[in-house]
């Protein structure tokens, strides 16, 4: 089952692939080449093999929380940093650069740590930027926006550890379709924005735009199940650990996107 997040798509894409060692002599396959494998063998057992060098959980935890860790500490120099009259312009400049460096990550699949962090302070630099501008107009909001969206994060991994929540094939399908689609209409609102100079009823705060924040809070916490479903199987297929660094951009991404949709619909309920 792939993923709409090419990330955690490719994970999944991965761990469909047979597994490094097979007896010595034998031709084995990865990433869709075939390899020859001296009849000898490489001189020690299989089972060793296989445990060199793959994706735990504990090293997916790790590389997400320092990816987060990185933007946060990003986002906190923006905020200190940049005057008021000057957030409009890094806030645009940081969205255009990250929505590009997100494509190629997801796209050329890179798990370069560097490039990878370059995003995160990227990403860093633009929540900076909307979260103090957001904070200039409503005092408080950032706070009651970070708590909700690790609220609802925890929550879902919660439920999902506990299996009270089950990433079924059909389940999957009814949530990729769903991000896909949100996916779509947001992109085509932000074109239409562009060029009237309106938010349009999915962005002016009305109530068409509160029930659509509400959709895409509802659908990227539930992504967050489809993606640690497809960690979770990239474990169980023992894919190499630079596989961990895609899972934790993959999260990343979903966090960013739940917190930017939790801050505007808190916003619409305090317009005066």
């Known amino acids: ?27 084995y396959s990865y990433g869709g080449q075939t390899y020859e494998q001296p009849a000898g063998g490489y001189g020690y057992p299989e089972t060793v093999q296989h445990s060199r060098d793959v994706m735990t959980i504990d090293d997916v935890v790790v590389k997400t929380v320092s990816l987060i860790g990185t933007a946060v500490a990003a986002a906190a120099a923006t905020w200190i940093l940049v005057p008021p009259q000057s957030l409009g312009v890094v806030w645009i400049a940081a969205m255009l650069v990250g929505l590009v460096l997100g494509l190629v ?106 029930i659509f924040s509400l959709v895409c809070i509802v659908v990227a916490a539930l992504m967050f199940v489809v993606s640690f479903q497809q960690i979770e199987d990239g474990i169980a297929a023992g894919l190499p650990r630079k596989y961990g660094w895609l899972g934790a951009f993959g999260i990343l991404v979903e966090l960013v996107w739940l917190y930017l949709e939790i801050l505007r619909l808190i916003s619409y309920f305090q317009e005066d």
């Open 105 to 210: 990550i997801s796209f050329a699949q890179i798990t370069n740590p560097v490039v990878l962090f370059s995003y995160a302070i990227v990403e860093g630099v633009f929540l900076g930027a909307v979260s103090k501008a957001f904070e200039t107009r409503w005092n408080g909001i950032v706070l009651q926006a970070v708590i909700a969206t690790l609220g609802v994060f925890f929550i879902m991994a919660a439920l999902y550890r506990a299996r009270i929540i089950r990433a079924t094939p059909k389940f999957m399908k009814v949530v990729i379709g769903a991000a896909a689609g949100l996916a779509v209409v947001m992109l085509v609102n932000f074109v239409i924005s562009m060029f009237t100079g309106s938010a349009g009823p999915l962005r002016d705060g009305g109530g068409i735009a509160i």
């Open 1 to 27: 089952m792939k993923s709409s997040n090419p990330v955690l798509g490719r994970i999944t894409a991965a761990a469909q692939q047979p597994t490094y060692s097979v007896p010595g002599g034998q031709p």
